[in-house]
């Protein structure tokens, strides 16, 4: 119970809190049309990329 409380409590930062809501800003525009699917999938990739890169350089 107390790993599963830290792992909330690490995806709190506002680092991932900042890429969970471009995700899903980027996500309804292009539900809605006003981002083309494959604009949307290339930032969507250079956003994640950029969020693990830190994270996985952090651990190191």
Not at 10 to 16: G, S
Not at 32 to 52: C, H, Q, R, W
Request: proline share 2%; aromatic share 8%.
């Amino acid at each position: 119970m107390k790993q599963l409380f830290e792992a909330l409590t690490a995806l709190l930062k506002v680092k991932t809190i900042v890429t969970l809501v471009i995700i899903a800003v980027l996500a309804a525009l292009s539900l809605n049309g006003s981002v083309e699917p494959d604009k949307f999938l290339t930032i969507a990739t250079m956003v994640v990329a950029f969020y693990f890169g830190t994270q996985n350089e952090k651990k190191s």
